[in-house]
């Protein structure tokens, strides 16, 4: 279990981290979102006792990271896959871990094993791609078998088999009754891994909420129906009681998941449509209408995140 | 072929962290035993780190070649060409003192990459990770630091006085005392494996490999090198300082042959590196404690 209170990272002027107060449990995976440069990195180096909090508290299992006696058996972490010295082998590399943590020297044929870099284990790390070297990294989060694990972005750079790998990993790491809390800017990745959501934008705590609640409450489904009889098929919807809304670009959005109901009113009245289609609007965009009004660096372009935002947020008025 | 799913959303509370009682945390319990971490698993582990890489290997192959190679080089151009009224009252030990005017670089290259290379690579916050307490990290790498330096200075300086005194005896050279044998060897190499470990606490500080050799470097030569130009009266003073005070001018009183008359004698040197390496450690430690890894 990892506590988070009030914690607070000014860098000068800036804040990084602004009052973030929340719960990391066990037994599930807990994803952790936000938009780049939103302080996610940030917060877990202060979970680490890496960086020092300007103001407020974290805890591991009730106790600072600094008074760990244990560290890598309570708490395992992969923060930045390159943080190794290029010149070391993948044994010796977590060899020096095991021996700083008192580790049985056997951990560390296992966690190789574990992570599919056995056939490497004598070669310098230098020579690894980025998805060895993140093997290897979580190779070092295993290394304790602990009760904590977290990972920073650990699908960036990896191919869809490691990408598919790891998630399955964590999903098993939360099922043995460990805490894993991973961080992601990508929703749609953590849509597939996590059971809770902690979602943060400049440093600040967006939602705190399990993943069933936010699908339920973001995740709406809605029809698409084109139609040269815009008017009356208006009407037509009006009457058989199903709310409907005209999208930017002329089309109109009924809520729900009613394509069969509005093709059977429309052939009824003899309206003729080009297009009645099923959509879901995806968790990303639920995330980036959340994160909108605090992301940090907005690409310049004419078709700003803020165009589809009010296109959903006019249909599901 | 994918059997992955996307996730069951569970029902609400079923999480059963909540049936916890108060103070406990429950959770994954390992079948790894708990070990309470000390000082001695720390030493294991940066000994580890230190013989694991080529860098290491490297520096120290280049001290000895220096050491060993200088000294056997110059032992034998005295011998071949000193006559003997010229080597009169002349220390035969002395002659180890060239191979460390070079050597030297060295070590303080391996003293700062211990500490510095940690932060090009991002290691550091690995091992911070996995050692929290950061006076502990610093102390491993200081304690091993200084005991290879140590010994692998100790074997080459003893092995070179050895084979220099053999060379030299009967060339009409003083037979050295048990003090200057103690001095030549144990002495310097004392001398510089503290001069080593300055290194690594300037490499902690600056937290930089290059940086870190620059300064060093700068601090064993730039003393001498100004002094030289000092021609000037009014300079007199802050040149003898500088002379008497500068590196090789020390690394010399252990071999009793120095620039000036006046100046540090006996072990001097050594509780002056002394002072400077607590003082240098001292400041990476209060760094190393206040700044974010």
Same mark, same amino acid.
């Given at each position: 279990m990892i506590e988070l209170d009030g914690l607070t990272k000014r860098y000068g002027e800036k804040v990084?981290?602004?009052g973030l107060t929340c719960t990391v449990r066990p037994g599930i995976v807990t994803g952790f979102l936000g938009p780049n440069g939103a302080g996610k990195s940030t917060t877990m180096r202060m979970i680490l006792g890496l960086d020092h909090p300007t103001a407020g508290d974290v805890r591991i299992d009730g106790s600072r990271y600094e008074q760990l006696t244990d560290p890598l058996t309570c708490v395992g972490a992969l923060l930045d896959a390159k943080a190794m010295h290029g010149g070391r082998s993948a044994y010796n590399h977590l060899l020096c871990l095991a021996q700083s943590n008192g580790i049985p020297r056997a951990r560390v044929g296992e966690v190789l094993e574990t992570v599919g870099l056995m056939a490497v284990a004598?070669? %310098?790390? %230098?020579?690894?791609s980025y998805g060895m070297s993140q093997r290897l990294g979580i190779a070092a989060a295993l290394l304790g078998d602990p009760r904590i694990l977290m990972f920073d972005?650990?699908?960036?750079?990896?191919d869809p088999e490691g990408i598919h790998w790891i998630r399955n990993l964590m999903r098993s790491l939360a099922a043995q009754g460990r805490t894993v809390f991973v961080s992601s800017h990508l929703m749609s990745e953590m849509a597939q891994t996590a059971d809770h959501l902690i979602v943060i934008g400049q440093g600040r705590l967006l939602a705190d909420t399990s993943m069933a609640d936010f699908i339920r409450r973001h995740a709406r489904s809605y029809v698409r129906v084109r139609s040269p009889q815009r008017e009356r098929l208006l009407d037509a919807l009006h009457e058989a009681g199903v709310t409907a809304v005209e999208a930017a670009d002329g089309a109109l959005e009924a809520e729900g998941d009613k394509a069969e109901q509005i093709g059977e009113l429309a052939a009824g009245h003899g309206i003729v449509l080009h297009e009645l289609s099923p959509r879901q609007a995806s968790l990303e965009e639920a995330f980036m209408r959340l994160t909108a009004g605090s992301v940090e660096y907005h690409a310049q372009s004419a078709a700003a995140p803020g165009n589809w935002g009010a296109d959903r947020q006019g249909g599901t008025a | 072929m994918s059997t992955h799913q996307p996730p069951m959303p569970q029902a609400p509370g079923a999480p059963d962290w909540q049936a916890a009682p108060g103070g406990s945390y429950p959770g994954y319990t390992s079948p790894i035993p708990v070990v309470r971490t000390h000082l001695g698993h720390a030493v294991a582990s940066e000994w580890t780190k230190i013989r694991s890489v080529r860098s290491t290997i490297w520096t120290l192959s280049v001290f000895v070649f220096l050491v060993v190679g200088i000294g056997l080089l110059v032992g034998a151009l005295v011998s071949a060409h000193a006559s003997e009224s010229s080597l009169s009252g002349t220390n035969p030990l002395s002659f180890g003192f060239f191979g460390l005017l070079v050597g030297n670089m060295c070590v303080i290259t391996l003293g700062v990459l211990t500490t510095a290379s940690e932060y090009g690579t991002g290691m550091i916050r690995t091992t911070m990770t996995a050692c929290p307490s950061r006076g502990r990290v610093l102390a491993a790498k200081a304690i091993v630091f200084f005991v290879v330096a140590f010994v692998v200075s100790l074997v080459s300086v003893t092995f070179v006085a050895m084979v220099q005194s053999s060379m030299l005896s009967g060339s009409g050279t003083e037979s050295p005392s048990g003090g200057a044998w103690l001095k030549a060897t144990v002495g310097v190499s004392l001398y510089m494996a503290l001069l080593g470990l300055l290194a690594l606490f300037v490499g902690s500080i600056i937290r930089h490999s290059a940086g870190g050799i620059t300064i060093m470097i700068g601090l064993v030569l730039a003393p001498l090198v100004l002094a030289l130009f000092m021609a000037t009266e009014s300079l007199h003073s802050v040149r003898d300082f500088l002379f008497e005070y500068s590196f090789p001018s020390q690394l010399g009183v252990f071999y009793d042959s120095t620039l000036s008359g006046s100046g540090p004698r006996g072990w001097d040197p050594l509780w002056i590196m002394l002072g400077l390496a607590a003082v240098a450690g001292a400041g990476a430690y209060a760094l190393l404690r206040n700044r974010d890894v």
């Amino acid at each position: 279990m990892i506590e988070l209170d009030g914690l607070t990272k000014r860098y000068g002027e800036k804040v990084a981290v602004d009052g973030l107060t929340c719960t990391v449990r066990p037994g599930i995976v807990t994803g952790f979102l936000g938009p780049n440069g939103a302080g996610k990195s940030t917060t877990m180096r202060m979970i680490l006792g890496l960086d020092h909090p300007t103001a407020g508290d974290v805890r591991i299992d009730g106790s600072r990271y600094e008074q760990l006696t244990d560290p890598l058996t309570c708490v395992g972490a992969l923060l930045d896959a390159k943080a190794m010295h290029g010149g070391r082998s993948a044994y010796n590399h977590l060899l020096c871990l095991a021996q700083s943590n008192g580790i049985p020297r056997a951990r560390v044929g296992e966690v190789l094993e574990t992570v599919g870099l056995m056939a490497v284990a004598r070669q %310098k790390a %230098k020579g690894f791609s980025y998805g060895m070297s993140q093997r290897l990294g979580i190779a070092a989060a295993l290394l304790g078998d602990p009760r904590i694990l977290m990972f920073d972005e650990p699908v960036n750079g990896l191919d869809p088999e490691g990408i598919h790998w790891i998630r399955n990993l964590m999903r098993s790491l939360a099922a043995q009754g460990r805490t894993v809390f991973v961080s992601s800017h990508l929703m749609s990745e953590m849509a597939q891994t996590a059971d809770h959501l902690i979602v943060i934008g400049q440093g600040r705590l967006l939602a705190d909420t399990s993943m069933a609640d936010f699908i339920r409450r973001h995740a709406r489904s809605y029809v698409r129906v084109r139609s040269p009889q815009r008017e009356r098929l208006l009407d037509a919807l009006h009457e058989a009681g199903v709310t409907a809304v005209e999208a930017a670009d002329g089309a109109l959005e009924a809520e729900g998941d009613k394509a069969e109901q509005i093709g059977e009113l429309a052939a009824g009245h003899g309206i003729v449509l080009h297009e009645l289609s099923p959509r879901q609007a995806s968790l990303e965009e639920a995330f980036m209408r959340l994160t909108a009004g605090s992301v940090e660096y907005h690409a310049q372009s004419a078709a700003a995140p803020g165009n589809w935002g009010a296109d959903r947020q006019g249909g599901t008025a | 072929m994918s059997t992955h799913q996307p996730p069951m959303p569970q029902a609400p509370g079923a999480p059963d962290w909540q049936a916890a009682p108060g103070g406990s945390y429950p959770g994954y319990t390992s079948p790894i035993p708990v070990v309470r971490t000390h000082l001695g698993h720390a030493v294991a582990s940066e000994w580890t780190k230190i013989r694991s890489v080529r860098s290491t290997i490297w520096t120290l192959s280049v001290f000895v070649f220096l050491v060993v190679g200088i000294g056997l080089l110059v032992g034998a151009l005295v011998s071949a060409h000193a006559s003997e009224s010229s080597l009169s009252g002349t220390n035969p030990l002395s002659f180890g003192f060239f191979g460390l005017l070079v050597g030297n670089m060295c070590v303080i290259t391996l003293g700062v990459l211990t500490t510095a290379s940690e932060y090009g690579t991002g290691m550091i916050r690995t091992t911070m990770t996995a050692c929290p307490s950061r006076g502990r990290v610093l102390a491993a790498k200081a304690i091993v630091f200084f005991v290879v330096a140590f010994v692998v200075s100790l074997v080459s300086v003893t092995f070179v006085a050895m084979v220099q005194s053999s060379m030299l005896s009967g060339s009409g050279t003083e037979s050295p005392s048990g003090g200057a044998w103690l001095k030549a060897t144990v002495g310097v190499s004392l001398y510089m494996a503290l001069l080593g470990l300055l290194a690594l606490f300037v490499g902690s500080i600056i937290r930089h490999s290059a940086g870190g050799i620059t300064i060093m470097i700068g601090l064993v030569l730039a003393p001498l090198v100004l002094a030289l130009f000092m021609a000037t009266e009014s300079l007199h003073s802050v040149r003898d300082f500088l002379f008497e005070y500068s590196f090789p001018s020390q690394l010399g009183v252990f071999y009793d042959s120095t620039l000036s008359g006046s100046g540090p004698r006996g072990w001097d040197p050594l509780w002056i590196m002394l002072g400077l390496a607590a003082v240098a450690g001292a400041g990476a430690y209060a760094l190393l404690r206040n700044r974010d890894v």
